[in-house]
């Protein structure tokens, strides 16, 4: 298997790296004694040694202390010096798995260049290919410090004219020759590393801990395959050149959240498969088109048939099974309600197939932009609370046809006010930057009944008191009078809300005829009566 890193490497026991003082230190030392002390000892010596009565048998040292041993092979302890696990397995395939695992954590060790590095290499995926954009140097290792980025030369003096957000790698940032100088990393940066349970298997992966400390290193490792288009450089592990024969479909629902660990048991690259956000355990699957599945990032584009999100529940309660059985049928709600909303999911066997929106294989692979609201507003930072308002001011800057996004995300925000969906917070809003430059609201994600969710997930974005008397049912005169001076006229606003009055006074009965649980429908019916009759009062007051 190539090993794509060019610079000197060493690999050894780890007396051999004591003795070699002079080993290149290019890459972290901390991180060379712990990815390169490998000793493989097979068949005889082994036996002499008597760790174990198998005849086709060998000793397998390793200092590395976060993998997970294949079934088949077993720790034997007493390591010595650098090392931390001696493990013997049963034959040679066993071995050839063990090594495919080392050699898989080697290559993001090795594309990670060096922890001390505190800089990383923008790329956007333009026409088929992906393009070197621009510089981003850190001055410390955690998201609030301060940091630099810059446009690369070419990029810049190619796109400089052009007036359209969708060229730059955040909507705040044009593109220029300018040294951006911030006090917190560029907002679009917290989009491309994974979070919530993602950055927990990060974390495990590289033997670091799930604090700020260290973002640098999450970002050089983590960040290689986020959604969206663009990606840091340092973090991608390439495709592998003799590509595994995939999965049955089967094989995921059964292993379900463990699907990535069984993957990687049976020598499956699945280091891109979990690159992504939230709070939800989950990963990115690719189908091929003999309708088998890989981790995302594991394939070339040119085998791709489909690109999938599977979401597994939050937590282990019945609450959470609840809330995930309910998002593919309020999605399909909200579709009835007129929102803007994607293929439809598959919910099968506690896990939810979500088909991704920012990919479109075909003869040319596309990925489109995918930037949060969080990023747009330039919030370096996790779980802050906004207005409407701003977002609504945000959306006005960035987008394309800024009513008709105005108008989409207000009815996204009486739908969730009528079925409580309560985790309505910046990141779970995003504008999606399609390839023909156009910026607008992607379509609707993470929409579910999350006010069943056993931890209580509280609404963090808000209307303001003024506006919002009552938790969850907006004064929606006053909202008019609040956002009447980015609307060309309040009417067209007012009619825009009043036109839902009776779509959600009959969301009860749409609910029903989407297959959505009586029980999450008794828990939202009230709620929609209060909200139909706000937004006809508003008519009323408009002469609507
Ligand atoms: N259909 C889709 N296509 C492309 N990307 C998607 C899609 N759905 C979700 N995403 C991306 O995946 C991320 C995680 O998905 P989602 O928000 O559903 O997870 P979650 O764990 O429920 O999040 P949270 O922590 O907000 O509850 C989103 O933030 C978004 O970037
Ligand atoms: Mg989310």
Known sequence: MPIPYQGPLFVGS???????????????????????????????????RNYCNWVDCGVFYSSISTWSVPSGASEVGGASGGQVGKYVFEDLSICAIMIAKIIDIFRIICYSNSTMSRKATIQKFICGEWVTIGQFESKGSSHQTAAYFEYDMDYAV????????????????????????????????????????????????????????????????????APGNIRILEAVIPPNSSPHPGFTQEEVISRKADFIEYAEEKG?????????????????????????????????????????????????????????????????????????????????????????????PGTTFIRHGLETIASAMGKAEYGFTVSHRDVLEVIATYATDPQLEMNEYLRREVLNAALRNTDNHARNTAFLKTTDGRVGLSPLYDFAPMF?????????????REVEKSVGEPDWIAVCRML??????????????????????????????????ADVIDGVALRCIRISEGLYKLGKEFSL
């Open 14 to 48: 780890s007396s051999a790296v004591q003795r070699t003082d002079s080993t290149p230190r290019s890459l972290n030392p901390r991180r060379l004694d712990i990815i390169l002390d490998l000793e493989l000892e097979y068949g005889v010596h082994a036996k002499r």
């Open 158 to 225: 190619t796109h400089i004219a052009e007036e359209c957000p969708y060229a730059r790698a955040g909507l705040r940032y044009p593109v220029n020759f300018e040294l951006y100088k911030e006090n917190n990393w560029p907002a679009f940066l917290l989009d491309l590393m994974p979070s919530g349970a993602g950055r927990r298997v990060w974390a495990r992966r590289l033997g670091i801990k799930d604090d700020y400390s260290y973002d640098m290193e999450l970002l050089l490792n983590g960040a290689g395959n």
């Open 268 to 360: 499956a690259i699945v280091a891109g498969a979990t690159d992504v956000a939230g709070d939800a355990p989950k990963y990115m699957l690719v189908r091929d088109k003999n309708q088998r599945w890989h981790p995302d990032g594991a394939l070339h584009e040119d085998e791709i048939l489909d690109c999938w999100l599977v979401k597994f529940p939050r937590g282990k309660q019945n609450g959470d099974y609840t809330v995930l059985r309910n998002e593919a049928p309020y999605y399909e709600v909200a579709r009835a309600f007129g929102l803007r909303v994607g293929k439809p999911l598959l919910f099968i066997d506690d896990c939810l197939f979500i088909p991704r929106f920012d990919r479109a």
């Open 452 to 464: 069943l969710d056993p931890e209580g997930v509280a609404r963090t974005t808000k209307w303001g």
């Open 484 to 517: 009447e001076s980015l609307y060309p006229g309040i009417k067209d606003l007012a009619e825009c809300l009043f036109a839902l009055a009776g779509p959600v006074h009959d969301l009860p009965v749409q609910m029903v005829n989407c297959g959505v649980e």
